[in-house]
C-alpha cells in the first residue's frame, strides 16, 4: 500500500513539474508601448496564445527547442529560437513598427491601382483556400469582456439607490474543441466555462470562429473577397513588406458607399499564393460598431490558418452604451490538407497579363482533367478559368454527398463538468494570462458562483416537481402538473378581460392540458369559457391537437367545437388593442358573429419543401348586434358604428341559423430550400427562395342542411431578391376566383388585411395601411399585391452619419383589385430603424389612380419581422 502510494505521489510530482515550466514575458513596442492581443505561435507542436491587455503573454511547454513566431499588426513579425528548461524562462519582446514599401510602383492618370489585380487573384483563389484542407481540430480559448458604457441619468440613480454597480466588468472565458470536415460539417465541444459578473452565463465561440473571409458574406457583411467585391469596395496598395520570406501586400479597403454590411480597413495578402496574412477591418451592423482583426500563420505546408482572432463590439440603444470585446486564440492545430489541391497555382490576371492558352476541360467542365492540368500539369491559368474550375470541384463534391441540399451539419455540446473547473484547473489551462483587474473579478465572483448554481438548481428541481396551488395564481396564471409527462396550463385571468361593443366587457378564460412522450407524440387539449356583461351570453369551445413525427415530416391533427364568437375575418383585429381604441377613441372596427361549429383539421410537413394540409367544417352561424354605447371618453364627434360591416359587393346581415358544410385544401410549396443541421436537427434556410401557395375552398349545399354552394381558388406566391449593391425588393402576390354564381354568407368571402389603426403591420407585406377591413371583400374574382423595396441609401441616409446610425430608408407599394376596389393603391416611405427598434411610414392611397387619403403608421423594426 506505501508503495502505491508513493508511486501515485511521484507521478503527481513528475507529471506537475513537466508542465511547471515554459517561456512568460512582456510584448512592447520598440517606443515601450504596451501591445495587448498580440499574436505567439509555436511552429513544432502547432499551438500557440495571445498576451493579455498588460501584454503579458506566458507558453507552458515541455523542456525542448522550439521556434515561435511573435505577431501584431503593423509589427515586423519575429521569430526567436527558444530552449526550454525545467524552469519558467523570461522572454520579453520589443517589436519594429512595420516599414511598407512602396518600392518604384507609381500611379498615373488612369492607369490602375496594383491593388485591382492583387485583389482580383485573391478573389479568384478565395474558394480554393476552402477547399484546401479535408479536415482539421484545433483548441479554441475564448475570452469575452464587456461593460456598460452609458446609462442614461434616470436610470443610473435609480440603478445605484438599488445597489447595482454600473460600472463592473463581467468576463467569460471558455475551452472548446473544435472539428471541421469537408464540405460542411463541423462539431465544438465546449471543455471548461467560468464567468465573473452579471454577463451571460453562456459561451459560443465557434459563431466568431466557424466563418471566413473566404466566404462571399461574413455574418451578413460582403467581404472582399467576395465574387462582387469590386461592386462594394475601393481598394488602394499601400506598400509591402516581407514576413517569413513572403512578400506581403497591404491593402486599403474602403466601401464605395459606407455604411451597414460592409467593410473598411486593410486586408494583408501574400504574394503569389494570395492567400490572407492578417486583416484589420471594421463594419456596422444596424448601426452597431464591429471591428474584426484576425492574424493567419502557416499551420500545414502552404495552408494558413487563423490563430489570434479578435471582435469588439460597441454601440449604444435607447440612450444606454455597452461595448464587449472577444479574443479567440485557436492552438493546437491538426489539419489533412487536399491532396488534389497545390498552392502554387500559377494564376494569371488576363485582365492586365496576356492570357494564357484556354483549358479545354475546365470549359467542358471535366473536373478531374482540369485539376491534373493546373496542379499536376502546373499549366498556367486564367483567373476566371480557375474560379469556374473551383466551383465546379465544389459542386462535384456537394453531389456526391447523400444529402446535397444540406448545407452544413454543426454538432455543439457543453461537457457536463465545464461549469464546475475551479481556479486551480484555469490557472494551468488558460493561455491567455488574466489582467490584474480580471483577477479580483473572479476572486470577486468565486465566492458566491456556485452557490448561486446550486440553488437556481434546487430552484429549477423545485419547479419540476410543481408549486403547491395558491389562490393567487388564478389572478396571475401558473401551470399544475398532474404526472411525469401531463400538465395543466392556465391563463392569466386579467389579460383575458377584453372590450367590445357586442359583449361589452368579457372575459376570456381558459387552459392547456399538454401530454409529450419521450419521442415524437404529443397531445394539446383547451377548454375554453368567454362570458359578455352587456351580451349576458356565455361561449364555451373546445379546442385539441395530436402531433406525431419528427419536427421536418410531422403530422398534425386538429379538432374544434363549441358555441363561440368570432371575427367575420378572422384574427384581423387584435382584441387589447380593439380595446383601447373603443373605450378611449370610441372607435369600434371589430365586427363578430357567434357560432355552434365542429372542425377538423389535418396538417402535414414534408421535408419543408411542401406543406400540405386540409380540413372541415359544419358551422350554423347567426348575427349579432351591438349591445353597449360605452366609452371612457366621449366625444360628440364620433359615434360607434354598426356591428356589421359594411361591404360595397354585397348588403351584410339578416342571417340567422344559416348552416355551412365547408372543406378546405391547402399547399405551401418552397421547392429550392436549402437546410442546416444542427445537433442532429434539420433546420430550414429559406434564404430568397420563393414560396408557392394554392388553396382550393368548397361549400357543400345539402350537406347536414348546408345552404353555401361555392368554389374558390387562390394562387399565390411570395419572395424576395436583390437589386445589386443599392436595394432588395420584397413580393407578396395573390390571385384567386370564385367560380359560378356562389351561395354564401359574408363570413365566407375572401378578406384582406384591412388597417385603420395607426400601427403598422409587423410584417412589411403582411397587411395594407390604410384600407377599410371589409369595405372591398369579394365573392368574385381579385388580385392583391404587397411589395416592398429596402434601399441601401436613398434620400437623407445619403448622408454617411445617418446610415451609421443605422436609420434606413423603404419605399412600398401596395395594389387590390376587386370589383369594387377601384384600382385600389398604396404607395409609402418608410423612415426604418429609428432608436433601432421604430419604424414610421406615410402614407398615401389612391383609387381609380386619384389621390383619396393620407396617414401615418408607426411599428417596430422591420427587422423584427422578418422570419427568413
Known sequence: MNRKLTLLLL???IGSSVMAQGIRGTIKSDDGEILPFASIYVKEIGTGTSSNLDGFYELRLRPGNYELTFQFLGYETQVKQVRVTNQWQTLDISMTTQVVSLGTVVVTGKQEDPSYTIMRKAIAKAKFHLLQYDEYSAEVYMKGTGQIT???????????????DTSSVF????????????????????????????????????????SSFYLPKVDNSISPLSPRAFSYYKFKYEGSFKDR????????VTPRSPGDDVFEGEIYIREDFWNIHSLDLQTSIMGFKLRVQQIFAPIEEEIWMPVTQRYDFSGTILGFGGSYNYLASVSNYTVTANDDLDASVILVDEKIEEAPEEIKAIESKNVDEGVEEVFTNDKEVSRKQFRKLMKEYEKQERQEMEEPDLISIRTYKVDSMAYRKDSAYWATIRPVPLTTKEVKGYQKSD?????????????????????????????TGSYYKLGKRLRFDYDNVLSSLRYNTVEGWNFDVGGTFLWRNDTTARVRISPNLRYGLSSNELYYRLQGQFGIGEREQRNTFRFSGGHYIEQYNPGVLDDFVNTFYTLLAERNFMSLYEKDYARVSWARRFNYRLTASASVEWANRSELFNNTGFSIIDRDDMRFRPNTPFNEETVVGGFNNSKAFITSVNMNIRP????RSY?????????????????????????????????????????????????SIDFDISAGQFFGNPTLEFMDYKHFQGNRFEFAPLDVTGGYRLLDYYQNSTAREYVSVFSHVRFRKFLFTQLPMLRFSGLKENLF??????????????????????????????IQSFRNWKAAEFGVRIGVASIFGDDN
Open 11 to 13: 507521478f503527481f510530482l
Open 150 to 164: 452609458k446609462i442614461p441619468w434616470l436610470f443610473r440613480k435609480t440603478l445605484e439607490k438599488e445597489g447595482v
Open 171 to 210: 468576463t467569460s472565458e471558455s475551452v472548446s474543441r473544435i472539428e471541421f470536415e469537408r464540405p460542411n460539417t463541423f462539431r465544438e465541444t465546449v471543455i471548461s466555462v467560468r464567468t465573473a459578473g452579471e454577463g451571460n452565463d453562456n459561451a459560443d465561440p465557434a459563431s466568431f470562429i466557424s
Open 245 to 252: 520570406g513572403y512578400e506581403i501586400n497591404k491593402i486599403r
Open 447 to 475: 465566492s458566491t458562483y456556485f452557490a448561486e448554481k446550486e440553488k437556481a438548481d434546487a430552484d429549477s428541481s423545485r419547479l419540476e416537481k410543481g408549486d403547491k396551488f395558491k389562490l393567487k395564481q388564478v389572478i
Open 672 to 675: 429550392w430550400v436549402k437546410f
Open 679 to 727: 445537433n442532429g436537427r434539420v433546420y430550414p434556410v429559406y434564404g430568397n427562395a420563393p414560396t408557392f401557395r394554392v388553396r382550393y375552398r368548397k361549400g357543400y349545399s345539402g350537406v347536414f342542411d348546408s345552404t353555401a354552394d361555392f368554389d374558390h381558388l387562390e394562387v399565390g406566391s411570395e419572395f424576395d431578391f436583390s437589386l445589386g449593391v443599392r436595394a
Open 813 to 842: 407599394v401596395n395594389y387590390l383589385s376587386t370589383p369594387t376596389s377601384d384600382n385600389y393603391t398604396e404607395v409609402g416611405y418608410t423612415i426604418d430603424n429609428i432608436f433601432r427598434v421604430l419604424r414610421i411610414e406615410f
